[in-house]
């Protein structure tokens, strides 16, 4: 298989004639953290709504692991193995945790369809489950109602449901947003702990969180890339200073 | 003389003309109906049963204080409008954070109750109302003999749905109504008593609903249970029309009139449920209807 | 779904629970109550679960549900008086008719969301009520009479005792296959539907399928009862299909409570209750007060009706059944 | 010996919805006023009424009927409007074995079809009124028809007996238009009766439909070049129009309250009551409820069949008709009459609505024995 | 002297996020203040949290000396604020001059509210598009516009969150002298900035936000003192 796991060719998408997504050529290695920065409305959510097709891309093509899905339908994408969480919370509020997570092993057992059958035969996941929720600490939990759970354990709860998917692919969206500093760190090495052995893209506006842990960094401003490269590249470029962490910032450093 | 399909071209134009009269009043609902959505986002149920009050107070109106068409045509939309805002203030402000559902639930139950009120105060075989007298007669056309009446009603409606138009498009006003819909938020944050605009675009929806119901008065027996029958049909021509634009209401409303005007001549046993025959195909065609945008 | 979820705690198996409510429910007519009543109630809160397998479970609301309870009414009409099936055969004719008609209107409808969802499912409903009006085999205005019982695997069901028995079985079936559904891995995805929908299509679901299969299993259950309905009461008249049925389902389901599974049987029985005893209701009142008014009431069951419809939607989203496990819980997270 | 020690009489009918006017709560009163002229006793028992709503819905009218008889002892039924509500209860009378009398309700079905030992159809049926009207006006001179018929089996089987009464009278059918029930808009139906230059328009359907179209065909003209014939209007349709709408109108109805001295007198004493004069359908309230009360009062039970034997053996005579009940299917056979609406000038006092324009003999009005398509009738 | 603008520990929140954990400033009558702060520090949300516009909000912020936290936006409003918001708020459904007049004035404004001809001379590309659909006008047009909007009102108290990201040099010179202008004819403007060199000669005041907190507050004489600091605060 090809180094590239994931690519797109001049992906754009126009609302209204305003473009919000311009042309992307992204091109995420497998195996890599890759990270997704830019300025508020950048189009970066809107990157990933074209992605996992919640919306219709109005030009350009997607790849993964080589073959075009552009044209396939959001459920089809999920199902070879490109799973996203969202910007917003995303967790079943009134299933328990254990139950949350059970949802997404549950399609591999073929019977989400059988609606004559007891929930005994889901109880044989319960294991697997609960070996996803010790790896987000969340094993204590499983009980809970999800929507009772604090915001930060929420978004671990959403990884967890994400990592029951066998994704060869996980798309974060700012999966740190409204933390406090320790949930934040927790969540960064969480990500650095399931991205073994997969491929992850995220949104993050953290930049300690990126510095930490992205292999692989694309800044995108006003629907297109800006630049590309690594922690120390990317916060080098001039460009990138300019339009998204601020040029006065590189003059300061300049400066002493 | 030529025919079509084995009807007069005459005749058929007769029917067309017919077909936009009720147009006429499809429009001027759903025009209500788009307006109140836009804005406050529910589905207004009890829009055919303010339709009838509408009917109603004009009839009441002659009766008990002897004030005239005219008046009532001014009258019966305050009154109704002014009904609007207590039920915008005292029931459907609590729902705006719930689901949309709701809000169609609660007008649901508001159409009952007003039906049932008016149903036990005057049965149900309705009420005569005489045609005006400046618009009694008929205008001979050639192919029709057209009531001045029901010519009056086009005018009118159609004057008014325009009238809307314009006001939402083209003032300030509208622009403010307009901006409302997009960005409540922020339109609030420039100083703008948002919860009251809300308060008054129902008030102002619903008032449209009662000045169709005094012009239909004449026309049709005024009698309790004269909106809800309507009011599917004027969802429908919403679903058709999609809940977008304005002037996409309008023109759906008029259209759907003459099809179905059209339905009467070549295939009546058809005719209350061609409406709904179209709405099947443009949902399968465009699921948004055909004004409206994907989600 | 909370039904279940907060008695799956308590120690008490919710199955004795039900037990308990069927027994004694078997036992109404016994203890002198009208049994065509107890049917009729069975019947309507067949129709009000079906109906909430969909809203509450889904998260659809339909207001095209009498459209399901029409056609199977009609169809298993019918098939017993004019094909001469057998009751059973009848029963599921019915049923299944109501099902292919679920499809049809669920592949129109399921594609919208929301208020849409339900214009649509409303509106299609009411053409298929313009076409049983027209229809030779309904009878239009006079409706489907003189229905035969038959009999049910050799049971006579001519007998109200006998025929009370057997639509109690069916009640209790369904509600079974119902209690199935949404304690099957089938609910557990529908749910999470209702409750986030990007995030199940997210997880590889694809949730219009799931969703025209909630709507045909709830449309054929809603057919069930239709049909039973028709063979209780001998007949299948337009007030099956007409939107205002439809209406009445929705108040029931509201009244009880959406989203739990006795809700819609409790709201079943306050709707059909009052609406055959709000004249005596009405009676009571006048005396008490002295307004003569009330001696109507009888002759206002919508505006009744609608002014339930309000306070249920202003102040009483749970519904009975919802306020109680709601106040159930509290008392015991305080405990 | 009498069931419960009291006759116990159950009213259903229409109370809130289209028919109410016609019959409904004046209805009630009028077998109330039977009552009160029995002196409240039959048989030496005490004599009560119940009534419900059946909100034209037969489902309500079967089950109400069911649990009355099954738990309240009702001894006898009145069927109000509605045909498809009393096809329904007739079914359950005569599963349970009650006498029905049927007022209100129109369709010829009652003693054809779906007769039973037990329904007694009392007051007029659709064979009447389309025999009636429909002779009545062919013969005076209107000769070619147009039909605006309501798109139901009610409003076919209206069309079509009328249809066959005016061609055996020696008139002619031009054609017909269907229209939905409860159309909103009648204006473009009737520009195509219009078209068909027809001198009759009959007008098969009933309520709200008959009076939009009458509104309609007022507003288009078409009354200067057509008569228009109601196949099944009441006096209250006429009230609701007004005259000047509805002037020199045909319809055929069993009983008008300004036919005869008696009626007038009766009337008068309904008119103190509800502020309005009565339809026929009322006034046969009261002479069924009579009828019945008097049987039991003669042979002092309340058995159904007795009961049923004793009212068919019995002639009417009272202020509303003068007839009798046919032994083998129930049909009340007595005159009907065709009724002309007059003008608003002619009319000289509130409720002066119609002039007789002919009587016609019950046994022209009604279905012949030999025509029946009662299971019961042997031929 | 009451502070134009107080605002004491104020906390906000969207939905279930704790945005805000206490927030205090306070800007004296025609002073300039700056936020200044990394991307997701808050400053955008004590914005709007004035404006009333976030989810919950608790503490205190005095406008003129008026408590508003209870208070609904549009009444804010009226106590003389005018409000920028980052993403500009252009409305797609109206034209450029609707736009522009949409925000009604404001009867407790203080400011005399500029005239239409004064707008189109500070911004003369708005008067050529006057009639063209507001969201078919260029970026930095859009950000003209979002500004010149709020100067028809009467506001004396400007809320600007950003308005130079994206525009050309000029344009952001334009501003800084609009800026410096609207200060002298005595506006109070609280500023959020990404641009620091934009910024850093027209306020009075600065202010560091982080994780929700004020972590740093001084004036502009200060400023060179503060430079080490900020630029450890700011640095990437
Ligand atoms: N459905 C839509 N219709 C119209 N415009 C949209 C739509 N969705 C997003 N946009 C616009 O597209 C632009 C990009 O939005 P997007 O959500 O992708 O930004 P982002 O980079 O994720 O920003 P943030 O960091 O604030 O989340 C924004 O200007 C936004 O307003
Ligand atoms: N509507 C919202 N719902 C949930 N969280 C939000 C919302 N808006 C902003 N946030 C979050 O609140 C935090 C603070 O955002 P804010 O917009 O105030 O930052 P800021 O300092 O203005 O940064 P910048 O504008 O440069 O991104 C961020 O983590 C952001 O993701
Ligand atoms: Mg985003
Ligand atoms: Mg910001």
Redesign the interface.
């Known amino acids: 298989m090809s180094e590239l796991i994931l690519e797109t060719r001049g992906l754009s998408k126009d609302f209204?004639?305003?473009t919000a997504v311009d042309g992307v050529d992204l091109r995420v290695q497998r195996g890599a953290i890759h990270a997704l920065i830019g300025?508020?409305?950048a189009g970066k959510t809107t990157c990933f709504n074209l992605l996992t097709k919640f919306l219709e891309p109005t030009r350009g093509s997607i790849h993964f692991n080589g073959v075009d899905i552009t044209g396939e339908k959001p459920a089809e994408i999920a199902r070879r193995g490109v799973i996203r969480s969202f910007q917003?919370?995303a967790v079943f509020p009134h299933l328990t945790v254990l139950e949350n997570v059970r949802i997404g092993l549950q399609r591999f057992t073929g019977t989400s369809f059988h609606f004559w059958k007891g929930l005994t035969g889901l109880k044989q996941l319960d294991a697997r489950v609960l070996a996803l929720l010790e790896l987000v600490d969340l094993r204590d939990m499983a009980a809970l109602k999800a929507g009772d759970l604090p915001?930060g354990r929420k978004r671990a709860l959403e990884i967890a449901t994400t990592m029951a998917m066998e994704p060869t692919l996980m798309l974060l969206d700012e999966p740190t947003?409204?933390?406090?500093?320790e949930d934040v760190d927790r969540v960064t090495a969480l990500i650095k702990r399931v991205a073994e052995g997969r491929t992850v893209l995220m949104v993050e506006?953290?930049?300690k969180v990126v510095?930490k842990i992205a292999d692989r960094i694309t800044v995108l401003a006003?629907g297109a890339v800006l630049a590309e490269g690594d922690y120390a590249e990317v916060?080098k470029h001039p460009a990138v200073l300019e339009a998204?962490?601020?040029?006065?910032?590189a003059?300061?450093?300049g400066?002493? | 003389m030529t025919d079509l399909f084995g009807i007069p071209i005459s005749a058929l134009l007769g029917q067309l003309l017919l077909g936009l009269v009720n147009g006429s009043f499809y429009a001027m609902l759903s025009l209500g109906l788009a307006v109140i959505f836009g804005m406050l986002n529910i589905i207004n149920f009890a829009h055919g049963a303010l339709y009838m009050m509408g009917a109603f107070l004009a009839w009441m109106g002659l009766e008990y204080l002897g004030l005239n068409y005219w008046m009532m045509l001014l009258l019966a939309p305050l009154v109704v409008g002014v009904l609007g805002i207590l039920i915008e203030r005292l029931m459907l402000q609590w729902l705006y954070k719930l689901d949309h559902i709701y809000g169609l639930l609660l007008t649901f139950g508001i159409t009952l109750v007003m039906e049932g009120v008016f149903r036990s105060f005057y049965g149900v075989s309705g009420q005569q109302y005489q045609v005006p007298e400046a618009l009694q007669g008929a205008t001979n056309l050639g192919f029709m003999v057209l009531p001045n009446y029901r010519a009056w009603v086009v005018v009118a409606s159609i004057t008014v749905c325009l009238g809307v138009w314009a006001l939402i498009e083209k003032t300030?006003l509208g622009?403010?109504l307009?901006?409302g819909?997009?960005?409540p938020?922020?339109?609030?944050?420039?100083?703008?008593?948002?919860?009251r605009m809300i308060t008054l675009t129902y008030a102002g929806g619903v008032a449209l609903a009662a000045f169709a119901g005094v012009l239909a008065a004449p026309i049709l027996q005024v009698s309790a249970l004269m909106g809800s029958n309507l009011i599917i049909v004027v969802f429908a021509v919403v679903v058709i029309g999609g809940m977008g634009s304005i002037l996409g209401s309008i023109l759906t409303g008029l259209g759907l009139g003459i099809i179905e005007g059209l339905t009467k001549v070549f295939y009546p046993e058809a005719s209350s449920t061609v409406v709904f025959v179209v709405m099947a195909i443009v949902l399968l065609v465009r699921p948004a209807g055909l004004f409206g945008k994907e989600k | 779904m909370t039904a279940l979820a907060s008695s799956s705690k308590t120690p008490l198996n919710p199955v004795y629970g039900y037990a308990l409510l069927f027994g004694a429910i078997a036992l109404l007519p016994a203890l002198g109550v009208y049994p065509i009543f107890v049917m009729k109630v069975l019947c309507f809160a067949l129709f009000a679960c079906a109906f909430n397998l969909l809203v509450g479970f889904t998260g659809l609301l339909s207001f095209g549900h009498a459209a399901f309870l029409g056609t199977a009414a009609y169809g298993a009409g019918h098939a017993l008086k004019v094909w001469g099936f057998s009751a059973p055969l009848g029963l599921v004719f019915g049923a299944l008719a109501a099902g292919v008609v679920g499809l049809g209107i669920g592949l129109l409808a399921i594609k919208r969301t929301g208020i849409y969802f339900s214009m649509i499912t409303l509106a299609l409903s009411q053409m298929l009520y313009f076409f049983f009006l027209q229809a030779s085999f309904t009878g239009g205005e006079d409706g489907l009479q003189s229905v035969p019982r038959g009999s049910f695997f050799g049971l006579d069901l001519g007998n109200d005792l006998t025929l009370f028995y057997v639509v109690l079985a069916i009640f209790i079936g369904a509600f079974w296959l119902i209690y199935r559904t949404v304690h099957s891995p089938f609910g557990q995805v529908l749910t999470s539907i209702r409750e986030n929908e990007p995030r199940a299509i997210s997880l590889g679901y694809d949730v219009d399928r799931f969703k025209l299969l909630a709507f045909v299993l709830s449309a054929t259950l809603a057919g069930l009862a239709g049909a039973t309905k028709t063979l209780v009461l001998g007949f299948a008249t337009l007030t099956d299909a007409v939107w205002t049925t439809s209406g009445l389902v929705i108040l029931m389901t509201l009244v009880g409570g959406m989203g739990t599974l006795v809700g819609p049987m409790v709201g079943a029985l306050i709707i059909i209750s009052l609406e055959n005893k709000i004249g005596d209701l009405g009676k009571v009142l006048a005396d008490l007060t002295g307004i003569n008014w009330f001696n109507g009431l009888g002759e206002s069951v919508s505006l009744v009706t609608g002014l339930i419809f309000i306070v249920c939607v202003l102040a009483f989203r749970r519904g009975v059944v919802g306020e109680a496990i709601a106040l159930w819980d509290k008392a015991r997270a305080k405990a | 010996q009498i069931s419960g020690d009291t006759v116990k009489i159950g009213f259903i009918t229409d109370m809130s919805s289209v028919y109410a006017d016609i019959d409904g709560a004046g209805g009630v009163e009028a077998i109330k006023m039977a009552i009160a002229d029995m002196k409240g006793m039959a048989g030496g028992k005490k004599i009560e009424l119940i009534f419900a709503d059946h909100q034209n819905k037969a489902d309500v009218a079967a089950s109400k009927a069911r649990e009355w008889i099954d738990t309240q002892g009702v001894d006898m039924l009145i069927g109000g409007t509605n045909s498809g509500a009393n096809l329904a209860m007739a079914k359950i009378a005569a599963e349970k074995k009650r006498p029905f009398m049927v007022i209100g309700a129109g369709s010829a079905r009652l003693t054809n079809e779906d007769c039973t030992p037990y329904t007694i159809h009392y007051a007029y049926d659709t064979v009447a009124l389309a025999n009636g009207t429909g002779s009545a006006v062919t013969k005076g001179g209107g000769k070619s028809w147009f039909f605006l018929t309501a798109d139901y089996a009610f409003g076919a089987s209206l069309q079509s007996d009328t249809a066959t009464v005016v061609g055996k009278t020696g008139g002619q059918v031009l054609g017909s238009v269907k229209h939905p029930l409860n159309a909103n808009d009648f204006s473009s139906f009737l520009l195509q009766a219009q078209g068909s230059k027809a001198q009759v328009l009959g007008l098969a359907n009933a309520g709200g439909d008959t009076i939009n179209a009458i509104k309609a065909a007022n507003e288009f003209g078409i009354t200067k070049t057509m008569k228009l014939a109601g196949l099944l209007m009441f006096i209250n349709d006429i009230h609701s129009l007004g005259l000047k709408t509805t002037e020199g109108m045909y319809l055929t109805d069993s009983w008008y309250w300004n036919q005869s001295p008696e009626a007038r007198e009766w009337s008068r004493r309904f008119f103190e009551k509800m502020k309005r004069m009565p339809s026929s359908l009322q006034a046969a309230d009261y002479s069924a409820a009579m009828h019945y009360l008097k049987a039991v009062d003669a042979i002092k039970t309340d058995d159904a069949d007795k009961v049923i034997g004793k009212m068919k053996d019995t002639p009417i005579n009272d202020f509303y008709v003068k007839g009798s009940i046919r032994k083998e299917d129930g049909r009340g056979i007595h005159d009907m009459f065709l009724l002309q609406v007059k003008s608003p000038k002619e009319s000289t006092e509130p409720w002066d609505y119609f002039k007789v324009v002919t009587r016609i003999p019950g046994d022209d009005a009604f279905t012949k024995l030999a025509d029946s398509k009662c299971p019961l009738v042997k031929k | 002297m009451t502070a134009a603008l107080e605002i004491s520990n104020l906390h906000a929140w969207?939905?279930?996020?704790?945005?805000l954990h206490g927030i205090n400033l306070s800007v004296q009558k025609g002073q300039v203040l700056t936020l200044l702060g990394?991307?997701?520090a808050g400053r955008t949300t004590t914005l709007r949290a004035i404006?009333?516009?976030t989810g919950a909000r608790k503490g205190s912020i005095k406008v003129h000396g008026v408590e508003t936290i209870a208070m609904?936006?549009?009444r804010i409003?009226?106590l003389g604020l005018g409000?920028c918001?980052?993403?500009r708020?252009i409305?797609?459904?109206?034209t450029t001059e609707?736009?522009l007049?949409?925000?009604?004035r404001?009867s407790g404004g203080r400011a005399t509210p500029m005239s239409d001809e004064q707008i189109y001379q500070m911004f003369p590309n708005l008067a050529e598009r006057r009639h063209s659909p507001g969201?078919?006008l260029s970026?930095g047009e859009q950000q003209m516009l979002a500004v010149a909007?709020?100067l028809r009102?009467g506001a004396d108290i400007l809320l600007l969150d950003e308005i130079s990201?994206?525009l050309a040099p000029v344009i952001v010179q334009t501003l800084a002298r609009m800026i410096t202008a609207l200060k002298a004819q005595g506006f109070t403007i609280v500023m959020v900035e990404?641009?620091?060199?934009f910024a850093?000669p027209l306020a009075d005041h600065f202010i560091v936000v982080e994780?929700g907190e004020v972590v740093e507050s001084f004036s502009a004489a200060e400023l060179p003192a503060k430079?080490?600091k900020?630029?450890e605060l700011?640095?990437?």
Not at chain 1, 244 to 249: F, I, P
Not at chain 5, 91 to 94: D, K, R
């Open positions: 209204k004639g305003f300025p508020n409305g917003i919370s915001y947003q409204g933390m406090g500093h506006h953290n930049m510095s006003r916060s998204y962490m601020g040029s006065e910032a003059e300061l450093q400066a002493h | 300030t622009a403010t307009r901006a819909t997009e960005n938020k922020l339109v609030q944050a420039f100083g703008i008593n948002v919860p | 969207y939905g279930e996020s704790h945005i990394r991307n997701g404006m009333g516009l609904a936006t549009h409003a009226h409000y918001p980052e993403e708020g409305f797609a459904s109206l609707e736009n007049h949409l925000p009604p404001l969201t078919r970026g909007r709020i009102t990201e994206g990404q641009n620091f060199r850093a994780h430079q080490a900020l630029d700011l640095s990437v």
